[in-house]
């Protein structure tokens, strides 16, 4: 029983009453100009002076308020409505405007259904709520008793309580229909405004489109500051053994810890601005380095802390690195990079990189393979095959070969450890795109 009271004028049951009535203010214009529309047919009446012109223009409102309702803005507005003022939770309701013509069905029969029970409720509310008023303080006014409205007999000596009693009687009917009226939209929103299967599915694509966008900052987070690391560390052991017997050394290896780290906190600051944006676009388009640009930088830093890089390199007949899709340079120049940095991190003495684009099965593939001694042997895996990932860095690596699907191998071979990727330059271009 103590339910009651706040089901009917709680907190919940106002703010829906105020969401009828902003229904049936919504209605009003349909209304007017169906009213005129009546009273043309009738005869040049006033359709206002006659309740059943009156109801006539009230249906006759209601279709073209379903037109209406087939516009796709109408569907996001009507979900703020219901969010703010019927307390439906805001999971169960679909965002944006309705673009399929199923989802616009359903927002222009929520906008029908909304605006036409809110009149009726309007109605009421403007109507029966003076009229309980006046009910229930009747006894005691003389001058309403006998007023020319014909009140008089609602208060005869016989029987002086019936009309507050009808006056409470319908101030509750008015306080149950506006509930009534209010829960059944509540439940009603979530089938009507709720999301369909293609609003579902956008979803799911726009939260797959905006994880991968964020692994992607990930990885490039993780291979620049990662190979940063490993590069300085190199750089300076290499400085400091040599510090007392060749200065020059010193001095380049100093400088490129300088450059190393200045570019390194270039891009971390570029990621951390991506991140905290969130928004894909400019991720995509963020600046990075590339095969064709940044290559020879690349391998001129690692070769200050004193690792002896070779490198062979074969672009095919563009005869530069320049002609490559924009995301296959950017792709491999990471996998190098992180073959890099895995190659100073585990392995033994110089490293052996071969760069090229050639065709097996007439297909057109960058390769590339790096190989370096290990620090110590490494048994080969038991089921014979070779890993494709390792570290983070390592998975970060095939993930970036898959991507353009192509693939990724790491792991020893002969005494050495040997990571050898391709990429089919085909699927890049598409993936560009």
Wanted: charge should be positive; aromatic fraction near 4%; glycine fraction near 12%.
């Amino acid at each position: 029983m103590r339910r009651w009271p706040g089901l009917l004028a709680g907190a919940g049951a106002r703010l829906r009453w105020v969401h009828l009535i902003l229904g049936g203010a919504l209605l009003m214009p349909y209304f007017l100009l169906a009213q005129v529309g009546v009273g043309v047919a009738a005869g040049g009446v006033n359709a206002l002076a006659s309740l059943p012109l009156t109801l006539a223009a009230y249906a006759a409102a209601l279709p073209l308020a379903a037109v209406t309702g087939l516009l796709g803005l109408v569907r996001p507005l009507s979900v703020a409505a219901v969010r703010a003022m019927c307390g439906v939770p805001g999971d169960r309701l679909a965002d944006g405007p309705a673009r399929s013509w199923a989802a616009r069905w359903r927002a222009s029969a929520w906008w029908t259904l909304h605006l036409g029970v809110g009149a009726v409720i309007s109605g009421m509310s403007l109507a029966a709520t003076p009229m309980a008023v006046v009910l229930m303080v009747l006894p005691f006014s003389g001058t309403l008793r006998e007023s020319p409205l014909g009140l008089g007999w609602f208060s005869s000596k016989a029987d002086p309580y019936v009309a507050p009693v009808l006056g409470v009687g319908l101030m509750a009917l008015v306080l149950l229909c506006s509930a009534g009226a209010g829960a059944l939209l509540a439940r009603l929103a979530p089938v009507l405004l709720g999301p369909t299967a293609a609003d579902r599915l956008a979803a799911a694509e726009e939260r797959a489109a905006d994880l991968a966008v964020r692994n992607r900052l990930a990885r490039e987070l993780h291979d620049a500051v990662g190979h940063a690391l490993s590069a300085v560390t190199l750089q300076a052991g290499a400085a400091r053994r040599v510090l007392d017997r060749d200065p020059e050394f010193v001095r380049e290896a100093l400088a490129a810890i300088e450059e190393t780290t200045r570019r390194t906190v270039g891009e971390l600051d570029t990621v951390l601005g991506l991140l905290r944006d969130g928004d894909p676009a400019r991720a995509d388009a963020a600046p990075a380095p590339t095969l064709a640009a940044d290559l020879d930088g690349l391998l001129a830093r690692t070769r200050a802390g004193g690792t002896t890089i070779t490198v062979q390199q074969d672009p095919g007949p563009a005869g530069d690195w320049e002609q490559l899709p924009a995301i296959a340079s950017r792709e491999a120049y990471r996998i190098v990079q992180e073959g890099l940095s895995n190659a100073l991190r585990h392995g033994l003495g110089p490293i052996a990189l071969l760069i090229r684009v050639h065709t097996p099965d007439d297909h057109r593939e960058l390769e590339i393979t790096m190989t370096n001694p290990l620090a110590q042997a490494t048994p080969a895996p038991e089921d014979g095959q070779r890993r494709t990932t390792g570290g983070r860095g390592l998975r970060g690596a095939a993930e970036r070969a898959a991507l353009l699907g192509g693939r990724l191998e790491a792991g020893p071979q002969e005494g050495r450890w040997r990571l050898r990727a391709s990429l089919p330059l085909g699927g890049a271009t598409g993936a560009g795109r």
